[in-house]
């Protein structure tokens, strides 16, 4: 069975120091994942996606993630937060039509 | 512009009375599916579409009926809406390659539902 598990329901961190959202997934196949971004009373939007080729994706706003098969782990980082990235974040795997959401990790930025 | 509209946008309603939240894309994509958002429970995957006249089952379809008659709309029908079906809806669209697999999914802005 397929299942996502983000490890932090809740990251704080001061503007300017690093972001670590973690996420492990487990799949029978060979999963595409994926990371988005709800800010506030909004919809959600594509940060980055993993689909088999690098490992070391990046994304928007200066995100990026490393898929690491050995570990099914698909971390979200950013070497500096601000105080725009205050959202929630969900890790995302995906097989043919199906779609598994992890519960989210909202993020917190302090000034 | 590209987009994925969802109307309305907020319904408060009665146990039992039918309802119907449209959805409709216009990026001539393949794909469709609508998901419902509860605290603490992320974003749950309730029907998806992977091309006309073709539905399939998330993972909290109960109480729930979809169609897809055009590509570019895909309802999601309440026949007896109960007060657990009160949630933040979303649908959403996207590409899906050779492979079969979908792409990057693009939302709606969501319909806020409250059945009394």
């Known amino acids: 069975a397929q299942s996502v598990t983000q490890l932090d329901s809740h990251v704080s961190v001061s503007e300017g120091t690093p972001v670590l959202l973690r996420c492990n997934y487990s799949s029978s196949y060979s999963p595409s994942l994926f990371w988005y971004v709800q800010h506030p009373n909004k919809g959600l939007q594509l940060l980055l996606k993993y689909t088999s080729a690098a490992t070391l994706v990046k994304g928007i706003n200066g995100f990026e993630a490393e898929f690491k098969k050995s570990e099914t782990s698909f971390h979200l980082t950013k070497p500096s937060a601000h105080m725009s990235d205050a959202a929630e974040y969900f890790c995302v795997v995906t097989w043919g039509g199906k779609l598994i959401f992890g519960q989210g990790t909202e993020l917190s930025v302090k000034p | 512009e590209a987009q994925v509209t969802q109307n309305p946008r907020y319904l408060i309603t009665v146990t039992g009375k039918k309802l119907t939240v449209t959805c409709s894309q216009n990026m001539n994509h393949e794909y469709m599916s609508w998901y419902r958002q509860d605290p603490g429970l992320g974003l749950r995957q309730i029907y998806y579409?992977?091309?006309?006249?073709?539905?399939d089952k998330g993972d909290v379809p109960e109480g729930y009926k979809v169609s897809r008659k055009e590509k570019r709309n895909f309802p999601l029908i309440l026949e007896s809406p109960s007060p657990n079906q009160t949630s933040l809806y979303f649908c959403?669209?996207?590409?899906?390659?050779?492979?079969?697999?979908?792409?990057?999914?693009?939302f709606g802005p969501g319909t806020r539902l409250t059945v009394l």
């Open positions: 959403a669209s996207s590409r899906t390659g050779t492979s079969g697999r979908t792409d990057t999914q693009y």
């Open positions: 579409s992977m091309n006309v006249e073709v539905t």
